[in-house]
Antibody, heavy 120, light 106 residues
Framework: EVQLLESGGGLAQPGGSLRLSCAAS????????MSWVRQAPGKGLEWISG????????YYADSVRGRFTISRDYPTNTLYLQMKSLRVEDTAIYYC?????????????WGQGTLVTVSS | EIVLTQSPATLSLSPGERATLSCRAS??????LAWYQQKPGQAPRLLIY???NRAPGIPARFSGSGSGTDFSLTIGSLEPEDFAVYYC?????????FGGGTKVEI
């Protein structure tokens, strides 16, 4: 069974940084693109960043471009999201999601989410 | 950037009734649209991909249709566990945006 386990969430101050991790297991990590999707309290789903299977291409929503960086590590099968210059509006549950394809596709497996709270 | 618009925002129905949810794209996306179900406190779950293909383990009462710009998700006969929020999602053409969601409530 495909498993995704996020970690790294918590409380950060405005302007601060956090790094989220997503440990993947039981699938060929390099064969699939991965994404981060977030959900602010009481709101809908927002795709924020994606990366191709080989890590050669990365994509960002306008809301996080220039502040967040997605990356992946193959020996450890881990997806990362480095978040800088955090804003109050970045407060959300952050999910990592496996894409059905190498570049794009549906999200066929999701982690349980990790909560990021940005507040002074 | 392609925008996905879902309607209605809320659908009030009873168990056993048929639910039809709509998702409209601002430009053609061919068949590359997915649907998800999300219950409170849970991660989303993939229901339908490529407009009409059920994901593994999804009951047959869930069906998807459409192509181009207009898509539908139909729940043939609502079960109590189907009351949730449903999202459509663009599968290709980055960014992989989501629609705003439809809440199916009792």
């Amino acid at each position: 069974e495909v498993q995704l386990l996020e970690s790294g969430g918590g409380l950060a101050q405005p302007g601060g940084s956090l790094r989220l991790s997503c440990a993947a297991s039981t699938f060929t990590f390099s064969s699939y693109g991965m994404s981060w999707v977030r959900q602010a309290p009481g709101k809908g789903l927002e795709w924020i960043s994606g990366i191709t299977g080989d890590g050669g291409s990365t994509y960002y929503a306008d809301s996080v471009r220039g502040r967040f960086t997605i990356s992946r590590d193959y020996p450890t099968n881990t997806l990362y999201l480095q978040m800088k210059s955090l804003r109050v509006e970045d407060t959300a549950i952050y999910y990592c999601a496996k894409q059905s394809g190498w570049d794009g596709g549906s999200f066929d497996c999701w982690g349980q989410g990790t909560l990021v709270t940005v507040s002074s | 950037e392609i925008v996905l618009t879902q309607s209605p925002a809320t659908l009030s129905l009873s168990p056993g009734e048929r639910a039809t949810l709509s998702c409209r794209a601002s430009q053609s996306v061919s068949i590359y649209l997915a649907w998800y179900q999300q219950k409170p406190g849970q991660a989303p779950r993939l229901l339908i991909y490529d407009a009409s293909n059920r994901a593994p383990g999804i009951p047959a009462r869930f069906s998807g249709s459409g192509s181009g710009t207009d898509f539908s998700l139909t729940i043939g006969s609502l079960e109590p566990e189907d009351f949730a929020v449903y999202y459509c999602q663009l599968q290709t053409n980055w960014p992989l945006t989501f629609g705003g969601g439809t809440k199916v409530e009792i």
